[in-house]
C-alpha cells in the first residue's frame, strides 16, 4: 500500500510502501526502540543536495545526493512519524510534511527540478516547525 505526504512548500514527493507485506543542531536521535526505515531519494533538481531526517528541532544527517542523482539509505528512527529536511547547499532548505510510518518502510523522496525555487534559508534554521 502507497502512502504519499507533500512538503509544506510546494515541492517534493515521499511515498512509503511496507517491506515484506507489513535550535537545529545534527543530533542522534535513536533510542533503543526505533524502527528502521529505508529512503530513496531521487534528485532530479540540478543542485546537489544534503538529506537530513527531523525532528522537533534536530535534525539527524542522512547524506549527501549529487544533482540528477539517486541514493538509498538505511536508518533507525524512534517515533511513528517521519520529516525530511532538504537542504540545497547555500539556497535554502525544504521541510516535508509529516509522513506515518511503521517499521520496514521503504520511502521514496522525489525533489523536483523546481523544488530549489521554494526553498528558504529560513528552514534551516533552528526551531523551523
Do not use: K
Not at 544527517?61 to 511513528?80: K, S
Not at 521503504?106 to 525533489?111: A, K
Amino acid at each position: 500500500m502507497a502512502r504519499s505526504i507533500t512538503p509544506s512548500t510546494l515541492g517534493c514527493l515521499v511515498l512509503a510502501t511496507a517491506a515484506c507485506g507489513s535550535s537545529l543542531s545534527e543530533t542522534r536521535l535513536p533510542p533503543p526502540e526505533s524502527q528502521e526505515l529505508t529512503v530513496e531519494v531521487r534528485n532530479h533538481n540540478h543542485n546537489a543536495i544534503t538529506v537530513y531526517v527531523y525532528r522537533g528541532g534536530f535534525r539527524d544527517r542522512l547524506g549527501f545526493v549529487e544533482a540528477a542523482n539517486t541514493q538509498t539509505f538505511t536508518f533507525r528512527w524512534p517515533t511513528n512519524d517521519v520529516r525530511f529536511l532538504i537542504d540545497f547547499l547555500a539556497q535554502g532548505c525544504l521541510l516535508t510534511e509529516s509522513l506515518p510510518v511503521e517499521a520496514g518502510d521503504e520511502l521514496l523522496l522525489i525533489v523536483r527540478v523546481v523544488d530549489n525555487q521554494d526553498a528558504s534559508q529560513a528552514q534551516c534554521r533552528p526551531g523551523v516547525p
